[in-house]
């Protein structure tokens, strides 16, 4: 089965811009996941979609972030004004509904100058 | 809140030579633990796991024991390759409340120079 895919896999923006980030995961898993990691720390959980519904959102750091996935298929987490210190890795994970099996995407690396 | 404590990178070794990463975790619950690993351009892989104490989790020669008395998992292998160079990230998840969130470390980077 095709992987949990990601993109863009790099994306350079200004300070104060828009960014949207597209995760498309496997195919039949109801569960999807976004983490993050900044300047090398330690990888944080954002939030946790099942199927449409947002389960889990206590990792989101603030309304800037905006995530989405419409008709449980595929997901997008736009940054919106972008600040500095939203510069890192953003990973997106997805398992099936019953599975605490995590496969995640490759990441896009996401820099604000 | 949960937590994970692993070792500062980077750890540099020779091949055939003996690797230990340390991670110890903190947690309100009863956890599960994995080990995490990223290959140079790739996604996280699930490398290992244990859900109860004294499991033991194993693969590709990877080993790791569930030690509840001293909240550690730490990751061992025998003889490491230059193919195992790669950030190792040690991660807890909580069984009891149902939340699936990982808690993950900071990673460390392990090269294996030939």
């Known amino acids: 089965e095709a992987g949990v895919t990601q993109f863009p896999s790099h994306s350079v923006i200004e300070k104060g811009q828009t960014v949207t980030l597209r995760c498309d995961p496997i195919?039949?898993?109801?569960?999807l996941y976004w983490y993050r990691r900044v300047m090398g720390k330690e990888i944080k959980f954002l939030l946790h979609?099942?199927?449409?519904?947002?389960?889990?959102e206590s990792g989101m750091p603030n309304n800037r972030f905006l995530a989405e996935r419409t008709g449980g298929t595929y997901s997008t987490l736009k940054v919106q004004p972008a600040e500095l210190e939203d510069s890192g890795v953003y990973f997106c994970?997805?398992?099936?509904?019953?599975?605490?099996?995590?496969?995640f995407g490759s990441g896009t690396r996401l820099t604000v100058v | 809140g949960d937590s994970v404590t692993q070792m500062e990178g980077p750890v540099t070794l020779s091949e055939e030579a003996f690797l230990t990463i340390n991670c110890t975790y903190t947690?309100?619950?009863?956890?599960?633990l994995f080990w995490y690993v990223q290959y140079p351009g790739e996604g996280l892989q699930l490398l290992l796991k244990?859900?109860?104490?004294?499991d033991k989790g194993s693969n590709k020669g990877f080993e790791a024991t569930y030690r509840k008395e001293t909240t550690s998992f730490h990751l061992e292998k025998g003889s490491v390759q230059v193919s195992d160079s790669a950030v190792y990230f040690c991660?807890?998840?909580?069984?009891?409340?149902?939340?699936?969130?990982?808690?993950f470390g900071s990673g460390t980077r392990l090269q294996v120079q030939p």
């Open positions: 244990a859900t109860k104490a004294d």
């Open positions: 979609f099942v199927k449409e519904s947002k389960q889990d």
């Open positions: 991660a807890l998840s909580e069984r009891d409340t149902g939340r699936r969130a990982l808690t």
């Open positions: 994970a997805s398992s099936r509904l019953e599975n605490y099996g995590y496969t």
């Open positions: 947690a309100t619950g009863y956890p599960s």
């Open positions: 195919s039949g898993h109801d569960n």
